[in-house]
């Protein structure tokens, strides 16, 4: 008998599984725009070395506030550095600091909610009180806090953004796991003595990857928010490295006569976080079942 005529009618194999998946995101404009928007900024960050027209920390006193001309194609600023060059670099360190919270908060917000919602008890309790805790102050209040304490640098803006960005993470995981652990495959898995880390990893997480997946996606917008606001203010990454919201602060005393800096950052920064936020809710619309057909 063939494999075809042994297949169970109306289960889907991998491949198919991914097709239908794929083929439904393809479907969401947002995913297409955004998807683009992100794409293009992740490689114009991992490929910044080499199409930076000119060397970012490279100066020309002489030449200051220059408008775009051929040479400098967005001008140069208050130190006759290349503009475009900064950008490009600075998509770089805009990036590296997202994907680095963005790993940090996953892993510690999706492990501690997980046990929250699983285990229950006194871990749920003690967790859940940290979590609501943090969450009683404003995100950017407590991560200019401990920027302060801890000093400006590229570090500590990984370090503050991580320290408020896990606790939503967490008690969205644990909402998550609340639902999933009600079903009749969670209850066969633990009368046929499957570990809790077993559980955890073969049952909970690739049933609540898909949601975890669209607020990752929003949230890597609203954390290059977050680093341009601090370094805006002083408190993130400093010179010479470059920043989006380090050149908007740059480009403010000379907005009126050259706004050029200032506003070619300020655009650069809003594209990419629209980029994400498309994608983020484009993957909403595609994976969550209660919006399919809307």
């Given at each position: 008998m063939s494999a075809s005529a042994t297949s169970e009618p109306g289960v889907l194999s991998a491949s198919q599984g991914a097709y239908r998946v794929l083929s439904r995101l393809l479907r969401q404009r947002n995913v297409v725009i955004g998807g683009t928007i992100v794409l293009i900024v992740v490689a114009i960050a991992i490929l910044a070395p080499w199409i930076a027209p000119h060397p970012i920390d490279r100066t020309d006193l002489l030449n200051p506030w220059s408008p775009p001309n051929a040479d400098f194609l967005l001008g140069t600023d208050?130190?006759?550095?290349?503009?475009?060059?900064?950008?490009?670099?600075?998509?770089?360190?805009?990036?590296?600091?997202?994907?680095?919270?963005?790993?940090?908060?996953?892993?510690?917000?999706?492990?501690?909610?997980?046990?929250?919602?699983?285990?229950?008890?006194?871990?749920?309790?003690?967790?859940?009180?940290?979590?609501?805790?943090?969450?009683?102050?404003?995100?950017?209040?407590?991560?200019?806090?401990?920027?302060?304490?801890?000093?400006?640098?590229?570090?500590?803006?990984?370090?503050?953004?991580?320290?408020?960005?896990?606790?939503?993470?967490?008690?969205?995981?644990?909402?998550?796991?609340?639902?999933?652990r009600e079903e009749l495959f969670i209850d066969?898995?633990?009368?046929?003595?499957?570990?809790?880390?077993?559980?955890?990893?073969?049952?909970?997480?690739?049933?609540?990857?898909?949601?975890?997946?669209?607020?990752?996606?929003?949230?890597?917008?609203?954390?290059?928010?977050?680093?341009?606001?601090?370094?805006?203010?002083?408190?993130?990454?400093?010179?010479p490295m470059p920043s989006w919201g380090g050149m908007i602060r740059d480009g403010?005393?000379?907005?009126?006569?050259?706004?050029?800096?200032?506003?070619?950052?300020?655009i650069m920064l809003g594209i990419v976080v629209i980029g994400f936020n498309l994608l983020g809710d484009g993957l909403r619309a595609a994976l969550d079942p209660r919006l399919q057909g809307r």
């Open positions: 208050r130190l006759g550095r290349d503009i475009l060059s900064r950008l490009i670099m600075g998509s770089r360190t805009s990036l590296t600091v997202a994907g680095s919270v963005l790993v940090v908060t996953l892993v510690v917000g999706v492990t501690l909610g997980m046990i929250a919602g699983y285990v229950g008890g006194w871990p749920e309790s003690l967790i859940m009180r940290v979590v609501d805790s943090t969450l009683a102050f404003p995100e950017v209040v407590v991560a200019i806090l401990v920027a302060s304490a801890l000093g400006p640098g590229q570090a500590t803006v990984i370090v503050a953004l991580s320290l408020v960005w896990w606790p939503g993470i967490a008690r969205l995981t644990r909402s998550y796991v609340l639902a999933v066969a898995a633990i009368v046929a003595g499957t570990s809790s880390v077993s559980i955890f990893w073969r049952h909970l997480l690739p049933n609540i990857a898909a949601p975890l997946l669209v607020r990752a996606s929003i949230g890597v917008g609203f954390i290059i928010m977050a680093e341009a606001t601090l370094s805006f203010i002083g408190l993130g990454i400093q010179e403010l005393p000379a907005l009126r006569t050259d706004p050029y800096l200032a506003l070619f950052s300020s």
